[in-house]
Nanobody, 124 residues
Framework: QVQLVESGGGLVQAGGSLRLSCAAS????????MGWYRQAPGKERELVAA???????NYADSVKGRFTISRDNAKNTVYLQMNSLKPEDTAVYYC??????????????????WGQGTQVTVSS
């Protein structure tokens, strides 16, 4: 019912920057929290950064001071600005959104949706 489409991944040298975007669409009533997770080969998926509708943010210790999460509520879009990238930031980055949808029977229901993932590769 809610689709998340990510963009902005790619290959960058250490010290470089990338900006990820994730747009949500569907029968959305409201989006509460949006966030970015990542999963490196052989590792578990981990939270990178999250933001509430009111703009409160939370970051993994490993990215504090380098990454910035932001969102445009009018566009149902979340962004992740990644600066000073390191090889250890290499992973597939996934967008996540949690909120409320309007079902086909006009009932409000919770949702928790994931994007398809976008590869970020940082070369040394």
């Amino acid at each position: 019912q809610v689709q998340l489409v990510e963009s902005g991944g790619g290959l960058v040298q250490a010290g470089g920057s990338l900006r990820l975007s994730c747009a949500a669409s569907g029968s959305i009533f409201s989006i509460n929290a949006m966030g970015w997770y990542r999963q490196a080969p052989g590792k578990e998926r981990e939270l990178v950064a999250a933001i509430t509708r009111s703009g409160s943010t939370n970051y993994a210790d490993s990215v504090k001071g380098r990454f910035t999460i932001s969102r445009d509520n009018a566009k149902n879009t979340v962004y992740l600005q990644m600066n000073s990238l390191k090889p250890e930031d290499t992973a597939v980055y996934y967008c996540n959104a949690k909120g409320v949808v309007v079902t086909t029977t006009y009932v409000l229901d919770d949702f928790n949706s994931w994007g398809q993932g976008t590869q970020v590769t940082v070369s040394s």
